[in-house]
Protein backbone atom coordinates (compact mmCIF):
# COMPACT_ATOMS: atom_id res chain seq x y z
CA UNK A 1 0.00 0.00 0.00
CA UNK A 2 2.94 2.23 0.53
CA UNK A 3 4.95 1.50 -2.73
CA UNK A 4 1.02 2.19 -4.55
CA UNK A 5 1.01 5.48 -2.59
CA UNK A 6 4.98 6.38 -3.14
CA UNK A 7 4.17 5.47 -7.09
CA UNK A 8 0.95 7.97 -7.27
CA UNK A 9 2.88 10.77 -5.60
CA UNK A 10 5.72 10.07 -8.14
CA UNK A 11 3.53 10.09 -11.04
CA UNK A 12 1.29 13.27 -9.94
CA UNK A 13 5.26 15.20 -9.18
CA UNK A 14 5.91 13.32 -12.95
CA UNK A 15 2.61 15.26 -14.27
CA UNK A 16 2.98 18.91 -12.95
CA UNK A 17 6.72 18.64 -14.21
CA UNK A 18 5.95 17.24 -17.63
CA UNK A 19 2.80 20.61 -17.22
CA UNK A 20 5.53 23.08 -16.15
CA UNK A 21 7.76 21.66 -18.74
CA UNK A 22 5.32 22.64 -21.39
CA UNK A 23 4.52 25.87 -20.12
CA UNK A 24 8.29 26.97 -20.23
CA UNK A 25 9.18 25.42 -23.76
CA UNK A 26 6.01 27.39 -25.08
CA UNK A 27 5.77 30.45 -22.70
CA UNK A 28 6.47 32.96 -25.33
CA UNK A 29 3.64 31.69 -27.56
CA UNK A 30 1.48 31.87 -24.33
CA UNK A 31 2.57 35.32 -23.90
CA UNK A 32 1.97 36.22 -27.48
CA UNK A 33 -1.61 35.19 -27.14
CA UNK A 34 -2.21 36.38 -23.29
CA UNK A 35 -0.74 40.13 -25.41
CA UNK A 36 -3.03 39.59 -28.46
CA UNK A 37 -6.28 39.02 -26.36
CA UNK A 38 -6.08 41.84 -24.95
CA UNK A 39 -5.19 44.33 -26.97
CA UNK A 40 -8.35 43.00 -29.14
CA UNK A 41 -10.23 43.05 -25.35
CA UNK A 42 -9.44 46.73 -25.36
CA UNK A 43 -10.13 47.70 -28.87
CA UNK A 44 -13.35 46.22 -28.27
CA UNK A 45 -14.08 48.30 -25.06
CA UNK A 46 -12.98 51.24 -26.45
CA UNK A 47 -14.59 51.29 -29.48
CA UNK A 48 -17.46 48.81 -29.53
CA UNK A 49 -19.18 49.18 -26.30
CA UNK A 50 -20.54 52.10 -25.20
CA UNK A 51 -20.10 53.82 -21.49
CA UNK A 52 -22.36 53.28 -18.69
CA UNK A 53 -22.82 56.06 -16.33
CA UNK A 54 -24.74 55.43 -12.77
CA UNK A 55 -26.79 57.95 -10.66
CA UNK A 56 -28.84 56.84 -7.64
CA UNK A 57 -31.21 58.07 -5.41
CA UNK A 58 -32.80 56.67 -2.29
CA UNK A 59 -36.76 57.34 -0.12
CA UNK A 60 -37.79 56.46 2.77
CA UNK A 61 -41.26 55.36 2.95
CA UNK A 62 -43.53 56.06 6.20
CA UNK A 63 -47.33 55.72 7.15
CA UNK A 64 -46.93 58.38 9.60
CA UNK A 65 -45.56 61.31 11.07
CA UNK A 66 -46.52 60.25 14.81
CA UNK A 67 -43.21 60.49 16.99
CA UNK A 68 -44.83 56.99 18.77
CA UNK A 69 -44.39 54.63 16.21
CA UNK A 70 -46.36 51.14 16.37
CA UNK A 71 -45.64 47.76 14.90
CA UNK A 72 -48.77 47.97 12.22
CA UNK A 73 -47.41 51.40 11.08
CA UNK A 74 -44.15 50.04 10.24
CA UNK A 75 -45.75 46.90 8.44
CA UNK A 76 -48.83 49.77 6.76
CA UNK A 77 -45.12 51.41 5.41
CA UNK A 78 -43.58 48.53 3.75
CA UNK A 79 -46.62 47.81 2.09
CA UNK A 80 -47.10 51.87 1.25
CA UNK A 81 -43.38 51.37 -0.48
CA UNK A 82 -44.50 48.54 -2.88
CA UNK A 83 -47.26 50.29 -4.07
CA UNK A 84 -45.08 53.48 -4.22
CA UNK A 85 -42.47 52.01 -6.29
CA UNK A 86 -45.21 50.60 -9.10
CA UNK A 87 -46.33 54.48 -9.04
CA UNK A 88 -42.60 55.35 -9.54
CA UNK A 89 -42.39 52.82 -12.32
CA UNK A 90 -45.50 54.20 -14.31
CA UNK A 91 -45.56 56.21 -17.21
CA UNK A 92 -47.31 58.86 -15.56
CA UNK A 93 -44.10 59.39 -13.33
CA UNK A 94 -42.19 58.99 -16.78
CA UNK A 95 -44.19 61.35 -18.64
CA UNK A 96 -43.67 64.15 -15.77
CA UNK A 97 -39.38 63.35 -15.81
CA UNK A 98 -38.95 63.71 -19.47
CA UNK A 99 -41.59 67.06 -19.48
CA UNK A 100 -38.80 68.44 -16.30
CA UNK A 101 -36.03 67.35 -18.86
CA UNK A 102 -34.38 70.26 -21.47
CA UNK A 103 -32.31 67.36 -23.37
CA UNK A 104 -33.36 63.91 -23.68
CA UNK A 105 -29.71 62.87 -25.71
CA UNK A 106 -31.65 60.67 -27.95
CA UNK A 107 -33.87 59.02 -25.14
CA UNK A 108 -37.00 58.37 -25.56
CA UNK A 109 -40.00 57.45 -23.31
CA UNK A 110 -39.22 53.58 -23.38
CA UNK A 111 -35.44 54.32 -23.08
CA UNK A 112 -35.90 55.92 -20.48
CA UNK A 113 -37.97 53.84 -18.70
CA UNK A 114 -36.30 51.13 -19.10
CA UNK A 115 -33.34 52.24 -17.50
CA UNK A 116 -34.68 53.18 -14.49
CA UNK A 117 -34.36 50.31 -12.01
CA UNK A 118 -36.62 50.42 -8.66
CA UNK A 119 -35.11 48.62 -5.85
CA UNK A 120 -37.20 47.86 -2.68
CA UNK A 121 -34.74 47.01 0.63
CA UNK A 122 -35.44 43.53 1.47
CA UNK A 123 -37.94 43.86 4.68
CA UNK A 124 -37.80 47.68 5.24
CA UNK A 125 -39.30 51.03 3.73
CA UNK A 126 -36.67 52.15 1.39
CA UNK A 127 -36.58 52.74 -2.17
CA UNK A 128 -33.72 52.79 -3.79
CA UNK A 129 -33.92 54.06 -7.50
CA UNK A 130 -30.74 53.73 -10.11
CA UNK A 131 -30.41 55.49 -13.70
CA UNK A 132 -28.25 54.20 -15.83
CA UNK A 133 -27.47 55.86 -19.32
CA UNK A 134 -24.73 56.51 -21.62
CA UNK A 135 -24.61 60.19 -20.31
CA UNK A 136 -23.80 61.46 -17.40
CA UNK A 137 -26.05 64.78 -17.28
CA UNK A 138 -28.58 62.64 -18.89
CA UNK A 139 -28.46 59.80 -15.81
CA UNK A 140 -27.90 62.50 -13.40
CA UNK A 141 -30.71 65.34 -14.08
CA UNK A 142 -33.49 61.89 -14.58
CA UNK A 143 -32.24 61.08 -10.73
CA UNK A 144 -32.37 64.49 -9.57
CA UNK A 145 -36.13 65.29 -11.61
CA UNK A 146 -36.93 61.97 -9.69
CA UNK A 147 -35.90 63.09 -6.14
CA UNK A 148 -37.74 66.52 -6.58
CA UNK A 149 -40.99 65.06 -7.84
CA UNK A 150 -41.85 61.60 -6.22
CA UNK A 151 -42.32 63.56 -2.98
CA UNK A 152 -45.20 65.49 -4.05
CA UNK A 153 -46.37 63.68 -6.91
CA UNK A 154 -46.97 59.60 -5.86
CA UNK A 155 -48.29 60.99 -1.98
CA UNK A 156 -51.17 62.42 -4.83
CA UNK A 157 -51.53 59.98 -6.68
CA UNK A 158 -51.76 57.52 -4.01
CA UNK A 159 -53.32 59.92 -1.26
CA UNK A 160 -51.72 58.08 1.79
CA UNK A 161 -48.28 58.02 3.79
CA UNK A 162 -45.67 59.80 3.06
CA UNK A 163 -42.34 59.68 1.53
CA UNK A 164 -39.04 61.61 1.78
CA UNK A 165 -35.07 61.90 -0.08
CA UNK A 166 -33.26 59.95 2.17
CA UNK A 167 -30.21 59.95 -0.63
CA UNK A 168 -30.21 63.10 -3.15
CA UNK A 169 -28.15 61.64 -6.49
CA UNK A 170 -24.42 62.90 -6.97
CA UNK A 171 -22.94 63.33 -10.40
CA UNK A 172 -21.45 60.59 -11.77
CA UNK A 173 -18.12 61.71 -12.75
CA UNK A 174 -16.58 58.50 -14.13
CA UNK A 175 -18.28 55.71 -15.91
CA UNK A 176 -19.69 52.34 -14.61
CA UNK A 177 -18.74 50.32 -17.19
CA UNK A 178 -17.28 49.15 -19.16
CA UNK A 179 -14.03 48.53 -16.50
CA UNK A 180 -11.53 49.06 -19.08
CA UNK A 181 -8.62 47.74 -17.19
CA UNK A 182 -10.36 44.88 -15.84
CA UNK A 183 -11.89 43.61 -18.85
CA UNK A 184 -8.33 44.01 -20.56
CA UNK A 185 -6.34 41.96 -17.84
CA UNK A 186 -9.59 39.24 -17.77
CA UNK A 187 -8.73 39.27 -21.79
CA UNK A 188 -4.72 38.81 -20.74
CA UNK A 189 -5.64 35.61 -18.67
CA UNK A 190 -8.25 34.26 -21.08
CA UNK A 191 -5.75 34.20 -23.73
CA UNK A 192 -2.69 32.95 -21.21
CA UNK A 193 -5.45 30.00 -20.24
CA UNK A 194 -6.67 29.27 -24.21
CA UNK A 195 -3.41 29.31 -25.43
CA UNK A 196 -1.78 27.11 -22.71
CA UNK A 197 -5.00 24.37 -23.30
CA UNK A 198 -4.11 24.38 -26.60
CA UNK A 199 -0.73 23.25 -26.11
CA UNK A 200 -1.98 20.85 -23.55
CA UNK A 201 -4.90 19.23 -25.86
CA UNK A 202 -1.83 19.38 -28.63
CA UNK A 203 0.98 17.59 -26.39
CA UNK A 204 -1.91 15.02 -24.93
CA UNK A 205 -2.63 14.36 -28.71
CA UNK A 206 0.42 13.85 -29.97
CA UNK A 207 1.27 10.00 -30.31
CA UNK A 208 4.90 10.85 -31.87
CA UNK A 209 7.90 8.98 -30.43
CA UNK A 210 10.69 11.39 -29.31
CA UNK A 211 13.07 9.62 -27.05
CA UNK A 212 13.03 6.28 -25.32
CA UNK A 213 11.02 7.12 -22.15
CA UNK A 214 7.88 7.65 -24.91
CA UNK A 215 7.93 4.27 -25.50
CA UNK A 216 8.15 2.93 -22.26
CA UNK A 217 5.26 5.34 -21.29
CA UNK A 218 3.20 4.40 -23.46
CA UNK A 219 4.03 0.68 -24.44
CA UNK A 220 4.96 0.08 -20.69
CA UNK A 221 7.97 -2.30 -21.58
CA UNK A 222 11.27 -1.51 -21.01
CA UNK A 223 13.59 -0.57 -23.34
CA UNK A 224 16.43 -2.80 -24.39
CA UNK A 225 18.44 -0.73 -26.80
CA UNK A 226 18.76 2.20 -29.02
CA UNK A 227 20.41 3.09 -32.22
CA UNK A 228 22.92 5.44 -31.76
CA UNK A 229 22.99 9.26 -33.64
CA UNK A 230 25.92 8.79 -36.56
CA UNK A 231 27.09 12.04 -37.20
CA UNK A 232 29.67 13.91 -39.85
CA UNK A 233 28.41 11.60 -42.11
CA UNK A 234 26.93 12.82 -45.87
CA UNK A 235 23.07 12.31 -46.09
CA UNK A 236 23.44 11.29 -49.57
CA UNK A 237 25.50 7.93 -48.92
CA UNK A 238 23.47 5.38 -48.46
CA UNK A 239 23.53 3.03 -45.24
CA UNK A 240 22.85 -0.93 -44.38
CA UNK A 241 22.22 -3.24 -41.63
CA UNK A 242 25.24 -5.83 -41.24
CA UNK A 243 25.18 -8.87 -39.16
CA UNK A 244 24.10 -8.65 -35.37
CA UNK A 245 22.43 -5.28 -36.11
CA UNK A 246 25.43 -2.91 -37.11
CA UNK A 247 24.51 0.01 -39.21
CA UNK A 248 27.26 0.72 -41.68
CA UNK A 249 27.93 3.43 -44.08
CA UNK A 250 30.16 1.40 -46.40
CA UNK A 251 29.17 0.80 -49.88
Request: charged fraction near 20%.
Amino acid sequence: MIENNNDQNKQGELALFTIFKLALHNIQYILISGAAVAVATLLIVSIFVSPVYVAKTSFYVYSTSAETVYNSDVQAAKNLASTYSKVLGSNLVTELVINNLDDLHGYDKDNIKDNIKLTITSDSQLIDVTVKTDSPDLSYEIADTLSEIVPKEVVRIVKAGAIEVLDHPEFPDKKSSPKTIYDTLIGFFAGLIFSFGFFCLKAISDTTVYESDDVSRMLDVPVLGCIPEIKNVPNTKPWSLKEEGVISYDG
